[in-house]
């Protein structure tokens, strides 16, 4: 009865901590993925620049705003 009770915790914790590592791997590459566009469109007209840092800003906070919910989401699992 005891382990299993110990076994169910230890994979409650494993699953937080799986979820809480894919959070953070996909927000690392969803802002990979945006500078690399950014660079792309910069390098083709130089002249969008500032509209183009600023979408690029807002973009890369939404994507950490839905990591870190994910990854508190994960923890609040335990």
């Known amino acids: ?3 299993t009770l110990l076994a169910a915790e230890g994979v409650a914790k494993l699953g937080a901590a799986v979820g809480a590592g894919l959070a953070a791997i996909g ?4 802002i990979g993925r945006i500078g690399g566009s950014a660079m792309d469109a910069m390098a083709r007209q130089p002249e969008v620049i500032s ?5 690029m800003i807002i973009a890369a906070a939404l994507i950490e705003g839905v990591a870190l919910f994910a990854a508190v989401i994960a923890f609040m699992c335990l």
Do not use: D, E, F
């Not at 509209?51 to 979408?55: G, H, R, V």
């Open 27 to 30: 927000a690392g590459i969803g």
């Open 51 to 55: 509209k183009l840092m600023t979408n």
């Open 1 to 3: 009865m005891i382990t």
